[in-house]
C-alpha cells in the first residue's frame, strides 16, 4: 500500500481530496491541517506521497521542506508534491536548502483529477529496486567510458537522480547538476562540462560488437546529447527493476 499524507490548512479540501483518494484501494490517505502536524505525522508514518499546499503558509512551507531534508536518509525516499500559485512556487524555490526534495509543483487552483494523475504517474517508480554504480558500470564499459573520470561519476550520478525522481530530468541545470556541484564541492558549471566531454569520448563502433538493445536508442552520429542519455539510462533501469 502507499501512503499519502496531504497537508493543508484548508480542511475542506483536504478532507474533499482525501474521500477521493481512499477510492483507490492502493492508498492509505492520512490528514494534516499545521506544520507541527505535517511534521509529526511524516516522521512516524514515513509517507510515500507528501501533498503540502501553501494554505498552510509560504514560510511554513520552505521550513517544513527544510527540516524534511534534514532528517536521515529513512525518512528522504518521500515524493513531496507542492499545491502553490506560480508567484508562490518561486517563492519557495528559491529559498529551499534541497530543491530536488520537491518532485513536482501543482499549480492553484487546486484541482483533484490533475493531482491523482500526478500522484499515478510516479506510483510505479514506488516499487522499484535500489541502483547502484555497480548496475551502471557494465554499460559504460561497454561504451569505452572511463568509469574513474569525473565526467563518468557526475553521469553515474545524474541517472541515479532521475531513476528514482523522473521529474529531475526537465531540469538538470537547476536540480540535478546543482545538487551533484554542491556535493563533490565543485560548480555546477564544471558539472556540465565534464558529463559533456565525456560523452564525446563514447566508443561509437561498440555497437557493431555489443548485441543489447538499449544502446540502439543512442543515434551516437548526432551526438547524444547528457539530457538523452540520462534519461534514456534512468528510463532503462526503472523499467528493469519495476
Avoid: W
Avoid at 520552505?62 to 508567484?87: E, G, H, K, P
Avoid at 555497480?134 to 561497454?142: G, K
Wanted: with cysteine.
Amino acid at each position: 500500500m502507499i501512503k499519502i499524507l496531504v497537508a493543508s490548512a484548508e480542511v475542506k479540501n483536504n478532507q474533499d481530496f482525501c474521500q477521493f483518494l481512499t477510492n483507490d484501494k492502493k492508498f492509505f490517505i492520512y490528514n494534516a491541517f499545521n506544520d507541527n502536524e505535517v511534521l509529526d505525522k511524516y516522521i512516524n508514518l514515513q509517507p510515500d506521497i507528501l501533498v503540502i499546499g501553501t494554505s498552510l503558509g509560504v514560510s511554513n512551507c520552505i521550513n517544513l521542506i527544510n527540516r524534511i531534508s534534514t532528517l536521515q536518509d529513512a525518512f528522504n525516499s518521500c515524493y513531496t508534491f507542492i499545491v502553490a500559485t506560480d508567484n508562490e512556487a518561486s517563492n519557495i524555490t528559491s529559498h529551499l536548502n534541497n530543491f530536488s526534495k520537491i518532485y513536482k509543483i501543482l499549480y492553484k487552483p487546486f484541482n483533484i483529477v490533475k493531482t491523482l494523475n500526478a500522484i499515478n504517474e510516479i506510483t510505479p517508480t514506488l516499487g522499484i529496486s535500489e541502483l547502484t554504480f555497480d548496475d551502471i558500470i557494465p554499460i559504460f564499459l561497454l561504451l569505452n567510458l572511463s568509469i574513474s573520470s569525473k565526467g563518468s561519476i557526475y553521469l553515474m550520478d545524474s541517472i541515479m537522480a532521475c531513476y528514482y525522481i523522473p521529474f529531475l530530468s526537465k531540469n538538470l541545470e537547476t536540480t540535478v547538476y546543482r545538487e551533484i556541484a554542491q556535493y563533490h564541492n565543485t560548480t555546477t558549471n564544471k558539472v556540465r562540462s565534464n558529463i559533456a566531454n565525456t560523452l564525446l569520448t563514447i566508443d561509437t563502433k561498440c555497437l557493431d560488437r555489443v548485441n543489447i538493445p538499449l544502446l540502439k536508442l543512442f543515434n551516437f552520429k548526432d551526438n547524444t546529447t547528457p539530457k538523452q542519455f540520462i534519461e534514456i539510462l534512468s528510463t532503462y533501469f526503472r523499467h528493469k527493476n519495476k
